[in-house]
């Protein structure tokens, strides 16, 4: 029989009317002859406030217990589920995320380490639907520890693997995965397949579609994705290994990706000696704070240099008091940051083998007199950073330029 992981974000999960139109799409699989797990996330709204309430309780709260609170969001629409299913007539059970995903790091954002499959096996021998809470697992000591934002993802993805399913089905608000943001350009596209590396790459500079840490542990599973609407019987989008039939030929360039939730930091008259970098990176690493687009340039004869680099915006306080703390053992004149700025950057394997594509993109950029305020690259992306006043005109030329308007030839 196939074996198949249907996950449901918050908003497919908001409500008793939502959870038994979930319900149903659940019982068809099941009822065509499907093995099913299914991974669940908090209803739209109920994290953000549980971790108020966190806030509330105390602003320097025990991350620890902070999981315990936040977690229960998933728990509750599990259980919900599992009802509902067995109020259709389907043989479904819940399970805790701590009987089954082992998580070590971070609390708050800890990774997984481990699924325990054998429950989930039983189950499913048995003809049983499992519903399973996304976003947490238990730690080595014991403690519930949950995955970051986006966790129930990885979830998915982890438990797909571990069990061997065919498939796991990515189920949101909406239809499929985008050349850009619709909400910017209404003339995007849905893309019919996109490769692995592309969607971590668009996950990564700012495409919410899928979290980034489920993308590469598919991409390292071979795991198919699909990822369809929880709302519309529509085709989605495969997220697969290589593009195949038409995708073969289509553009060189995936998508547009776009991202508000920047934040430029900059260190001035740092030592220009090997050490400096890693004095500044080194701490803000082991808070867990993530950095993108380093520009690091000295000063010619001067024994000096700046730092500059981009995080999340959200972080920018912590990031702050990190590097302040260490102002003594770095040794930088003056700390700047900026949380005016977002990130837009084209994704596509063809950046691999055409390097023109970069110049076009900073061409079509100058054009409309679009400062870039730091750049970065990889095999497949190139991302610019500018003023957040230009992100969305930024977009639709961009999306113009490389021909990926709806009207447009592919």
């Known amino acids: ?19 038994r139109n979930v319900a149903g799409r659940v019982r068809r699989e099941a009822e065509a002859g499907n093995e099913v797990l299914v991974v669940v996330s908090a209803m739209a709204g109920e994290t953000d406030r549980l971790v108020q309430l966190c806030r509330e309780a105390a602003a320097l709260h025990d991350p620890k217990e902070y999981d315990v609170v936040v977690a229960s969001g998933e728990q509750v629409t599990a259980g919900l589920l599992a009802m509902t299913l067995q109020n259709m007539g389907v043989n479904a059970r819940s399970f805790m995320g701590w ?13 997984v380490e481990a699924v325990e499959s054998a429950l989930l096996d ?3 021998s048995a003809g049983t639907v499992a519903v399973i809470p996304g976003f947490q697992g238990v730690s080595d000591d014991g403690r519930l520890a949950t995955l970051g934002r986006g966790g129930s993802d990885t979830s998915a993805v982890a438990i797909a693997a571990a069990v061997k399913a065919d498939r796991c089905d990515i189920y949101t608000d909406v239809d499929g995965v985008y050349t850009t943001d619709p909400r910017i350009v209404p003339k995007a596209r849905k893309l019919a397949q996109v490769t692995f590396e592309e969607m971590l790459e668009l996950a990564g500079v700012g495409a919410k579609v899928l979290q980034v840490r489920s993308v590469g ?26 593009l195949s039939g038409a995708d073969m030929e289509r553009n060189l360039i995936a998508g547009i990706a776009a991202d508000r939730n920047e934040a430029r ?20 690493a082991e808070a867990g704070i993530q950095f993108d687009m380093i520009v690091h340039a000295a000063t010619p004869n001067a024994g000096e240099s700046d730092l500059t680099f981009t995080i999340a915006r959200a972080a920018l306080a912590q990031a702050m008091a990190v590097i302040e703390q260490r102002k003594e053992g770095i040794g930088y004149r003056e700390l700047l ?9 084209i994704v596509g394997v063809g950046i691999r083998s055409n390097p023109g594509l970069s110049a ?17 690259a990889s095999e497949i992306k190139v991302s610019a950073l500018v003023a957040e006043s230009d992100l969305e005109l930024a977009v639709r ?12 030839t592919v």
């Not at 076009?360 to 970065?376: D, P, R, T, W, Y």
């Open 1 to 19: 029989m196939p074996r198949i992981v249907m996950k449901f974000g918050g908003t497919s999960m908001a409500g008793i009317e939502r959870i």
């Open 360 to 376: 076009k993109m900073f061409e079509v950029l100058a054009e409309q007199g679009i400062n870039l305020l730091a750049v970065s």
């Open 265 to 284: 930091m900059t260190l001035t008259g740092i030592a220009d000696r090997p050490g400096t970098v890693a004095a500044v990176m080194g701490p803000l």
């Open 397 to 408: 030329v961009l999306h113009t330029a490389f021909g990926l308007d709806a009207e447009q």
């Open 337 to 345: 940051t900026d949380d005016s700025v977002a990130k837009v950057s």
């Open 217 to 242: 542990l598919a991409m390292r599973e071979n795991l198919p994705l699909r990822v369809l609407s929880a709302f519309e019987d529509v085709a989605g989008t495969d997220i697969v290994a290589e």
């Open 99 to 111: 009987q089954l995903v082992r998580a070590s790091g971070i609390h708050g954002n800890a990774r």
């Open 122 to 124: 039983e189950a499913l």
